[in-house]
């Protein structure tokens, strides 16, 4: 296996155990906050993508990088912000560290220099992942507020007290999970500055 092949894997590594970092500071720092399990939840998959980035590595003959790469940015603007600003400027400062991570593997697959189980790797699995983070963010940015049980909710959307959102830009994940009544996030977007404003917002994930 040729040294760009690791090195770009490596990089990519690098990069998921900055998120690791960036979120744990992200975690300590709001952790008791609204929407700290979620955060929870991400750090978790970023866990795992670094260990399946790690066994790639290994299984082409190189040696797994053990420290962190360019998020360590993020990681410092999370330390600062959620002291500083609040939860608001850290979830802000998070979405900006996926939204860098969804550029870094866009640009690998672009390329197209890497094998095959590789590259399937970030296309099938990493990629999605990082990009299914996004919303997540967004609708703990965008919430803020207390969580709801289904029932609750159920009662305020019926009642047109609320809005429901399905929290995935992907298609096939809308359609999948998908509520009577609910808009995807990106019809959300589309339609946000035409919403009534006494209505109150719900999101969902699965």
Partial sequence: MTTATTNTLNSLLRG???AIE???QAIAKLGGTTGAAELQRLQLEHRRAANLL???VQHHGGQPHR???MWGTFAKLVEGTAKVFGAGAALKALKEGEEHGIKQYEAVVKEATLPRESETLI???LLPQTRDHIPVLDGLMAGLVERIDPAEARQHV???RAL???SYDDVAKVEQHRLEGAMSLREFRARAASLPRDKEIIFYCA
Wanted: aromatic share 4%; glycine share 10%.
């Fill in 16 to 18: 998921e155990l900055s």
């Fill in 22 to 24: 960036t979120y744990q």
């Fill in 54 to 56: 790690r066994d790639h």
């Fill in 67 to 69: 420290t962190s790469g």
């Fill in 123 to 125: 296309t099938a699995t």
């Fill in 158 to 160: 019926q009642s047109g």
């Fill in 164 to 166: 429901l959102v399905c």
